[in-house]
Protein backbone atom coordinates (compact mmCIF):
# COMPACT_ATOMS: atom_id res chain seq x y z
CA UNK A 1 0.00 0.00 0.00
CA UNK A 2 1.55 3.68 -0.69
CA UNK A 3 1.79 6.09 2.07
CA UNK A 4 -0.74 8.20 3.03
CA UNK A 5 -1.24 12.18 1.42
CA UNK A 6 -0.97 14.27 5.05
CA UNK A 7 -3.44 16.69 3.23
CA UNK A 8 -3.92 19.07 6.22
CA UNK A 9 -3.61 18.84 9.73
CA UNK A 10 -6.40 15.71 10.64
CA UNK A 11 -6.88 14.72 6.84
CA UNK A 12 -4.72 12.09 5.54
CA UNK A 13 -5.67 10.84 1.87
CA UNK A 14 -4.76 7.08 0.41
CA UNK A 15 -5.11 7.66 -3.24
CA UNK A 16 -6.21 4.79 -5.20
CA UNK A 17 -6.41 2.47 -1.62
CA UNK A 18 -8.64 -0.02 -3.26
CA UNK A 19 -8.15 -1.51 -6.68
CA UNK A 20 -10.55 -1.93 -9.26
CA UNK A 21 -11.80 -5.42 -8.22
CA UNK A 22 -12.54 -4.04 -4.28
CA UNK A 23 -14.35 -1.26 -6.14
CA UNK A 24 -16.72 -3.05 -8.35
CA UNK A 25 -17.42 -5.71 -4.98
CA UNK A 26 -18.41 -2.41 -3.04
CA UNK A 27 -20.48 -0.88 -5.98
CA UNK A 28 -22.05 -4.49 -6.38
CA UNK A 29 -22.83 -4.09 -2.00
CA UNK A 30 -23.91 -0.71 -2.92
CA UNK A 31 -26.32 -1.16 -5.37
CA UNK A 32 -27.82 -5.10 -3.94
CA UNK A 33 -28.38 -3.40 -0.92
CA UNK A 34 -31.37 -0.92 0.74
CA UNK A 35 -33.08 1.85 -2.15
CA UNK A 36 -32.07 5.09 -2.59
CA UNK A 37 -34.12 7.82 -1.73
CA UNK A 38 -33.94 11.35 -1.63
CA UNK A 39 -33.68 13.76 1.31
CA UNK A 40 -35.02 16.60 1.47
CA UNK A 41 -33.60 19.94 3.79
CA UNK A 42 -34.71 20.59 7.36
CA UNK A 43 -37.85 23.33 7.11
CA UNK A 44 -37.74 24.69 3.40
CA UNK A 45 -38.24 20.91 2.24
CA UNK A 46 -36.04 21.32 -0.77
CA UNK A 47 -34.69 18.40 -2.28
CA UNK A 48 -30.82 17.48 -2.10
CA UNK A 49 -29.54 16.97 -5.03
CA UNK A 50 -27.78 13.90 -3.94
CA UNK A 51 -29.72 10.59 -3.24
CA UNK A 52 -29.07 8.81 -0.26
CA UNK A 53 -29.01 5.13 1.23
CA UNK A 54 -27.58 3.38 4.69
CA UNK A 55 -25.56 0.64 6.07
CA UNK A 56 -25.47 -0.10 9.66
CA UNK A 57 -27.12 0.17 13.20
CA UNK A 58 -27.66 3.66 12.35
CA UNK A 59 -28.20 5.58 9.13
CA UNK A 60 -28.44 9.30 8.57
CA UNK A 61 -31.14 10.81 7.70
CA UNK A 62 -32.64 14.45 6.55
CA UNK A 63 -36.61 15.67 6.14
CA UNK A 64 -38.47 18.63 7.15
CA UNK A 65 -38.51 17.93 11.06
CA UNK A 66 -34.31 17.78 10.93
CA UNK A 67 -31.58 15.79 10.20
CA UNK A 68 -31.14 12.47 12.65
CA UNK A 69 -29.61 8.84 12.85
CA UNK A 70 -32.52 6.43 12.45
CA UNK A 71 -32.26 2.40 12.54
CA UNK A 72 -34.25 1.87 9.60
CA UNK A 73 -35.15 3.26 6.04
CA UNK A 74 -37.33 6.04 6.13
CA UNK A 75 -39.54 4.82 2.82
CA UNK A 76 -39.40 0.85 3.35
CA UNK A 77 -39.48 0.39 7.63
CA UNK A 78 -36.30 -1.76 7.22
CA UNK A 79 -33.16 -1.77 9.19
CA UNK A 80 -30.35 -1.18 7.40
CA UNK A 81 -28.40 -3.83 5.68
CA UNK A 82 -25.20 -4.66 7.88
CA UNK A 83 -22.11 -2.33 6.91
CA UNK A 84 -19.73 -4.60 4.41
CA UNK A 85 -16.85 -6.36 6.33
CA UNK A 86 -14.28 -4.99 3.60
CA UNK A 87 -15.56 -1.82 5.01
CA UNK A 88 -14.84 -2.69 8.66
CA UNK A 89 -11.70 -3.95 7.53
CA UNK A 90 -10.80 -1.03 5.78
CA UNK A 91 -11.57 1.11 8.69
CA UNK A 92 -9.46 -0.76 11.10
CA UNK A 93 -6.56 -0.82 8.76
CA UNK A 94 -6.77 3.24 8.24
CA UNK A 95 -8.09 4.68 11.73
CA UNK A 96 -6.89 2.72 14.91
CA UNK A 97 -10.01 3.55 16.06
CA UNK A 98 -10.98 1.02 18.82
CA UNK A 99 -14.81 0.80 18.41
CA UNK A 100 -16.10 -0.09 14.76
CA UNK A 101 -17.83 2.99 12.94
CA UNK A 102 -22.21 2.71 13.29
CA UNK A 103 -22.91 4.58 10.31
CA UNK A 104 -21.92 4.13 6.59
CA UNK A 105 -23.51 6.83 4.73
CA UNK A 106 -23.76 6.30 0.95
CA UNK A 107 -24.29 9.26 -1.36
CA UNK A 108 -25.17 9.13 -4.93
CA UNK A 109 -24.31 11.90 -7.16
CA UNK A 110 -25.28 11.59 -10.58
CA UNK A 111 -24.37 14.64 -13.27
CA UNK A 112 -25.18 17.83 -11.86
CA UNK A 113 -25.22 16.93 -8.09
CA UNK A 114 -23.08 18.47 -5.35
CA UNK A 115 -23.17 18.91 -1.61
CA UNK A 116 -22.64 22.77 -0.25
CA UNK A 117 -20.25 23.22 2.48
CA UNK A 118 -21.48 21.96 5.96
CA UNK A 119 -19.68 20.48 9.05
CA UNK A 120 -20.78 17.05 10.14
CA UNK A 121 -22.26 17.54 13.74
CA UNK A 122 -24.77 14.84 14.05
CA UNK A 123 -22.06 12.62 15.67
CA UNK A 124 -21.99 12.03 20.09
CA UNK A 125 -18.29 10.54 19.15
CA UNK A 126 -16.53 13.70 18.59
CA UNK A 127 -13.31 11.90 19.36
CA UNK A 128 -14.26 9.27 16.38
CA UNK A 129 -12.68 9.62 12.91
CA UNK A 130 -14.89 9.90 9.71
CA UNK A 131 -13.37 7.54 7.31
CA UNK A 132 -14.50 8.50 3.08
CA UNK A 133 -14.28 6.32 0.41
CA UNK A 134 -15.06 7.63 -3.41
CA UNK A 135 -16.42 5.13 -6.01
CA UNK A 136 -17.18 6.13 -9.77
CA UNK A 137 -16.81 10.07 -11.10
CA UNK A 138 -13.93 11.82 -10.16
CA UNK A 139 -15.29 14.93 -7.30
CA UNK A 140 -14.10 18.54 -7.11
CA UNK A 141 -14.03 18.28 -3.19
CA UNK A 142 -13.45 21.52 -0.52
CA UNK A 143 -12.56 21.72 2.48
CA UNK A 144 -12.05 24.31 5.11
CA UNK A 145 -11.38 25.11 8.71
CA UNK A 146 -13.44 25.16 11.67
CA UNK A 147 -15.23 28.24 10.72
CA UNK A 148 -17.47 28.84 7.66
CA UNK A 149 -15.36 31.90 6.43
CA UNK A 150 -11.29 31.53 5.80
CA UNK A 151 -9.23 29.66 3.18
CA UNK A 152 -10.70 26.82 1.48
CA UNK A 153 -8.47 23.86 -0.63
CA UNK A 154 -9.73 22.43 -3.41
CA UNK A 155 -8.85 18.11 -4.25
CA UNK A 156 -9.56 16.29 -6.67
CA UNK A 157 -10.71 12.99 -5.64
CA UNK A 158 -11.00 9.70 -7.82
CA UNK A 159 -12.87 6.29 -7.66
CA UNK A 160 -10.75 4.52 -5.04
CA UNK A 161 -9.74 7.46 -2.93
CA UNK A 162 -9.86 7.03 0.66
CA UNK A 163 -9.86 10.13 2.76
CA UNK A 164 -9.77 9.96 6.89
CA UNK A 165 -10.64 13.46 8.86
CA UNK A 166 -9.59 13.13 12.65
CA UNK A 167 -8.83 15.53 15.24
CA UNK A 168 -8.75 19.06 13.96
CA UNK A 169 -10.01 17.98 10.82
CA UNK A 170 -13.60 16.88 12.79
CA UNK A 171 -15.37 19.52 12.70
CA UNK A 172 -14.05 21.56 9.13
CA UNK A 173 -16.46 22.53 6.75
CA UNK A 174 -16.59 20.58 3.89
CA UNK A 175 -18.66 19.91 0.34
CA UNK A 176 -18.72 18.97 -3.31
CA UNK A 177 -18.14 21.52 -5.90
CA UNK A 178 -19.18 19.27 -8.25
CA UNK A 179 -18.33 15.97 -10.37
CA UNK A 180 -16.69 15.41 -13.53
CA UNK A 181 -19.06 12.94 -15.60
CA UNK A 182 -17.24 10.54 -17.64
CA UNK A 183 -14.38 10.32 -15.64
CA UNK A 184 -15.06 6.41 -14.29
CA UNK A 185 -17.07 3.60 -16.16
CA UNK A 186 -17.47 1.91 -12.71
CA UNK A 187 -20.95 3.74 -11.82
CA UNK A 188 -23.92 1.96 -14.34
CA UNK A 189 -25.41 4.87 -15.88
CA UNK A 190 -22.88 7.21 -14.30
CA UNK A 191 -21.84 9.18 -11.58
CA UNK A 192 -20.12 9.13 -7.99
CA UNK A 193 -21.00 7.01 -4.73
CA UNK A 194 -19.51 8.41 -1.53
CA UNK A 195 -19.22 6.10 1.37
CA UNK A 196 -19.04 7.41 5.05
CA UNK A 197 -18.05 6.07 8.14
CA UNK A 198 -18.72 7.18 11.01
CA UNK A 199 -18.79 6.67 14.41
CA UNK A 200 -22.50 8.22 15.96
CA UNK A 201 -22.80 7.05 19.76
CA UNK A 202 -20.18 7.83 22.51
C1 LIG B 1 -14.51 16.35 6.69
N1 LIG B 1 -19.94 13.74 2.02
O1 LIG B 1 -21.88 12.91 3.70
S1 LIG B 1 -16.94 12.87 2.06
C2 LIG B 1 -21.24 13.93 4.02
O2 LIG B 1 -18.17 13.12 -0.90
C3 LIG B 1 -20.21 14.46 3.11
O3 LIG B 1 -20.20 12.67 -0.34
C4 LIG B 1 -19.03 14.20 0.99
O4 LIG B 1 -19.68 15.47 3.37
C5 LIG B 1 -19.12 13.26 -0.16
O5 LIG B 1 -21.43 14.54 5.08
C6 LIG B 1 -17.65 14.35 1.47
C7 LIG B 1 -15.61 13.54 2.92
C8 LIG B 1 -15.93 14.00 4.31
C9 LIG B 1 -16.89 13.39 5.07
C10 LIG B 1 -17.06 13.77 6.38
C11 LIG B 1 -16.27 14.76 6.94
C12 LIG B 1 -15.16 14.98 4.83
C13 LIG B 1 -15.32 15.37 6.15
C14 LIG B 1 -16.40 15.15 8.29
C15 LIG B 1 -15.58 16.11 8.81
C16 LIG B 1 -14.64 16.72 8.02
FE1 LIG C 1 -20.11 16.00 5.45
Redesign the pocket.
Known amino acids: MEAALKIAPGVMLWRERLDRAAQKALLDAVLGAAEFYRPVMPGSGAPFSVEETNFGPLGWYSDRDGYRYTATHPKTGAPWPAIPTALLALWDATTGYGAPPQCC ?1 V ?1 LYRAGAR ?1 GLHQ ?1 RDEQAADAP ?1 L ?1 V ?1 LGDD ?1 L ?1 R ?1 GGATRRGPTQSLKLSSGDV ?1 S ?1 GGP ?2 L ?1 F ?3 DRIVPGTSTLVPGGGRI ?1 L ?1 LRRVTK
Open positions: LNMDVSSAFILFARAHGINT
